[in-house]
């Protein structure tokens, strides 16, 4: 009797995650069956609006995630090593897009970057310079966005680095920089490594802030998601959007994967 009641606890927790596992998966399996057993789904990946969004997500999605790594690295360091009054409240801003709505961002974007924007206005004044509704603001929307997830990992990395590594480093005659590339970063690697998978997954699955801030015109602004979210509205309906949304999937799939070996790697190396 005692034995079956220790077992009852087990028994409901492996029913539990059973349960959170096949509503996790379930709508996977569900995309793939619907998506690869209609008609149209070939016709619906290899289409010029289907080819052109991809391959505008992907360049896109990559140079905003090298942006977040080249501007967002100093600045993880940074905090992560000082502190300052009202240190709290830029890590808040900067984490705040993390939980922002889309639409928000992207009505904030517009309001700061739009042709009357706070900036865009005079940019556009002064030198003719239009920000919003170009592959420009595709980007802007999407590092906006993303660079947290990477800022947020980065800062977290350089954090677990013991301090008296770069002391040590230093009074053997190391300079700050070369203390940072040889020490600091081999260590924080796995963290930056996920921060970066996150930040460029974050990017590519843009939605919102990009189809306000940037629009949804082929070949410009119109990424894989908002050539979805079009597919479905049109006559097409659900079967090739599905199939747009598997191709999205595999891509991303690949992708992370090829992030995730990097980053196992490094913590094998660690």
């Not at 539990?16 to 793939?32: D, R, S, Y």
């Not at 843009?206 to 119109?222: R, S």
């Amino acid at each position: 009797m005692i034995a079956l009641r220790a077992r009852i606890p087990l028994a409901s927790a492996g029913l539990l995650c059973a349960i959170f596992a096949v509503f996790f998966v379930l709508p996977f399996a569900g995309l793939i069956e619907r998506g690869l057993g209609e008609d149209g789904a070939w016709k619906a990946i290899s289409s010029d609006t289907a080819l052109d969004a991809l391959v505008l997500s992907l360049w896109t999605s990559t140079l905003s995630l090298l942006i977040a790594i080249v501007a967002g690295t100093p600045v993880a360091y940074w905090l992560s090593h000082t502190r300052f009054p009202g240190k709290g409240v830029l890590e808040a801003l900067i984490d705040l897009p993390i939980v922002l709505p889309p639409t928000i961002a992207g009505v904030a974007l517009l309001t700061a970057f739009g042709r009357k924007g706070l900036l865009g206005g005079p940019l556009d004044d002064w030198f003719g310079l239009t920000l919003g509704f170009s592959t420009a603001a595709v980007i802007m929307a999407q590092l906006f966005v993303s660079a947290p997830f990477y800022v947020r990992a980065a800062r977290a990395g350089f954090a677990s680095v013991d301090a008296q590594f770069e002391r040590v480093a230093h009074t053997l005659g190391a300079s700050r920089l070369r203390a940072f590339t040889q020490i600091v970063l081999p260590l924080s690697w796995p963290s930056l490594a996920a921060g970066a998978a996150l930040c460029w997954a974050r990017a590519l699955g843009e939605l919102g802030a990009t189809l306000i801030f940037a629009g949804n015109l082929q070949g410009e602004t119109q990424t894989m998601p908002l050539a979805i979210l079009n597919t479905f509205e049109s006559a097409e309906g659900l079967t090739a959007a599905v199939a747009l949304a598997i191709l999205l999937l595999a891509v991303a799939l690949v992708a992370l994967a090829i992030f995730w070996m990097f980053s196992s790697r490094a913590r094998g190396t660690a």
